[in-house]
């Protein structure tokens, strides 16, 4: 940080000076400006002087510099004031007033007025925010004097340090305690591969248009029967990961697939793609967890518009590479009180709690201040533990506790990422067209193999059908029969094709040689050629009806068969409803 000299010229003000030069006995009545900082400067760097300013503290005073002192003499101003309270900003009158030096409202507040700290912006990853901190030079010499912090107690007055734990207490390994036992294990798998696999297929023989970025409830409920796992918020965040990996584009309002980034993904190993769906996760700003957390509503305005998803992430993960056992389980919400005594302004610039306008899922009332910090940042990191990371594969669950896998381990850089082998199949081929495609075989394979049939359902085996309308799309998207059989001769290896998709592929060889629609329709029979004949000669009946299908068969009218059985009624006629 600066040095006093740097301090006293950039971040204090005038009206300051007279106070520093009471508590550091310096006569600076008449000096300019300059002047007076060079006699503040000299004074409070010397050792006696120090020592004198140092002794008369209290015991919160001395702790406050211990803390500060032990996160490397700076803390964002936030942290530091739900410590040890606001420092009061005042001019030459308000200080005459209110006699801080006298009467400080907070253990901050007597700091600040007596030179000890001092407050000034800085960049961080999060944006701009208001910094507390020791000059250098004069943090230097109070460590050197012979009741220094390093000599004080390990506690301070505030309880919100968390009872008393400094950071230089903390172990090497990180402090969240693991646990000797769990119950409830879920244990990750790499699914998310596949459904995004099957995701990408999605968008190549649709290019669905979007709800704003979002897929509409049709295709979200269309493309749900084929995901693996029918989970709250996977598919919203399978569509997102698949945006932020690269691999999908939205353009003019609907969504493709990035033909050369998802073929390179989609023939990769499963350990290659697991990578580069988290890093793309862990970098991309297009998924913003906070708007998936469940049980919050965070609605636009404030700085809630600049959200920066990608460093609020990347914050919380480095802690948790910190904070949390390597291979053992750990509980939750160990995990959560730890960031919260360590780093609670991950995600908030400035660590401003109160110009967010988030809801709770039941409450009208917005979740501001830090009061509300575990009803919003707690429930955004168990989120990223036990959505994100574990459907991609980093952590395995338990009952309120969480454990990093293979994979968790290498992405928060503790470890090489893994590359075992993948395992080997093939597609099987059945005589009437139908296709079993597991999870072993190849994504890009499948992918292609999506494209020229029709779905029948996901899982392992998915399941596939080659028809007519399976070979309609692929001609749609430039696939001709020769490409299909092409592609299901490779499968199979020297296994012949089945005489049936021979067939089926040759009959549509040159397209579709006719058309014809098919229809639900509605259709009134009577018991005898005579009864149609009147209902048909009488036009209160006639209205209702469409063409004769024969002598006693007649098509109804959409959305008329109400109105027809009542008019049927009226005519003496009695009319059975048959399912």
Do not use: C
Not at 440 to 469: E, H, I, L
Request: hydrophobic letters at 40%.
């Amino acid at each position: 940080m600066k040095t006093l000299n740097l301090t006293l010229q950039d971040d204090t003000d005038a009206g300051l000076l007279p106070v520093l030069a009471k508590v550091w006995k310096v006569n600076i009545v008449g000096f300019e400006r300059t002047a007076a900082i060079t006699s503040l400067r000299d004074a409070m760097l010397d050792a006696e002087r120090a020592q004198t300013v140092w002794t008369a503290l209290s015991d919160d005073q001395r702790g406050a510099i211990q803390m500060l002192m032990g996160s490397g003499g700076k803390m964002p101003a936030a942290k530091f004031g739900r410590l040890f309270g606001e420092i009061r900003q005042m001019g030459t009158a308000q200080i005459e007033r209110e006699n801080p030096l006298a009467k400080p409202a907070s253990v901050a507040e007597a700091l600040y007025y007596r030179g000890l700290v001092a407050q000034t912006f800085e960049m961080a990853d999060s944006g701009p925010r208001v910094v507390i901190y020791v000059p250098d030079d004069l943090g230097r010499l109070l460590s050197a004097q012979k009741n220094s912090y390093s000599d004080l107690k390990d506690e301070v007055a505030n309880d919100n340090i968390g009872a008393g734990r400094l950071q230089d207490d903390l172990p090497d390994e990180g402090f969240v305690e693991p646990l000797e036992e769990v119950t409830g294990i879920k244990q990750a798998d790499t699914s998310v591969v596949d459904d995004v696999a099957t995701l990408l297929a999605y968008l190549q023989l649709y290019s669905p248009t979007l709800d704003g970025t979002a897929l509409t409830e049709d295709d979200y409920n269309r493309l749900q029967k084929y995901m693996l796992k029918n989970e709250s918020g996977r598919l919203d965040f399978v569509f997102g990961i698949a945006l932020s990996a690269d691999l999908a584009e939205i353009q003019t309002g609907k969504a493709y697939p990035k033909r050369a980034e998802a073929r390179r993904w989609l023939s990769a190993t499963r350990a290659e793609q697991v990578k580069a769906l988290a890093e793309g996760w862990k970098t991309g700003i297009t998924y913003r967890d906070l708007w998936h957390v469940p049980g919050l509503r965070p609605e636009p305005g404030g700085e809630l518009d600049d959200y920066d998803a990608a460093v609020a992430r990347g914050s919380a993960l480095e802690i948790m590479r910190d904070l949390v056992p390597k291979q053992e389980w750990w509980a939750l919400e160990s995990f959560i009180m730890a960031v919260k005594e360590t780093e609670p302004d991950f995600q908030r610039p400035g660590g401003d709690y109160d110009s967010w306008y988030i809801r709770g899922e039941d409450s009208e009332e917005y979740l501001t201040g830090f009061n509300n910090w575990e009803a919003v940042e707690g429930a955004l990191l168990e989120y990223y533990v036990t959505g994100p990371m574990h459907w991609l594969g980093l952590v395995d669950l338990a009952d309120e506790a969480a454990r990093l896998t293979a994979y968790g381990r290498a992405f928060l850089g503790q470890s090489a990422w893994p590359t075992p082998a993948d395992p080997e199949d093939k597609i099987i081929v059945k005589d009437d067209g139908t296709l079993l495609i597991s999870r072993k075989v190849s994504r890009v394979d499948r992918f292609q193999a999506a494209r020229f049939t029709s779905w029948v359902s996901a899982g392992d085996p998915y399941t596939y059908k080659v028809d007519g309308a399976g070979i309609q799309q692929a001609a749609e998207q430039g696939i001709n029969t020769g490409h299909i059989a092409s592609f299901i001769s490779r499968a199979l290896g020297d296994t012949p094709v089945p005489a049936n998709i021979t067939r089926l592929l040759e009959n549509w060889r040159g397209g579709a040689s006719a058309a014809v629609s098919l229809e639900k329709l509605q259709v009134m029979r009577t018991t005898a050629p005579e009864t149609l004949d009147r209902i048909l000669d009488t036009p209160a009946l006639r209205r209702y009806l469409g063409a004769r299908l024969g002598p006693m068969a007649v098509i109804v009218r959409t959305g008329q068969w109400d109105a027809l059985r009542t008019a049927l009624g009226e005519q003496g006629i009695m009319a059975e409803v048959i399912d």
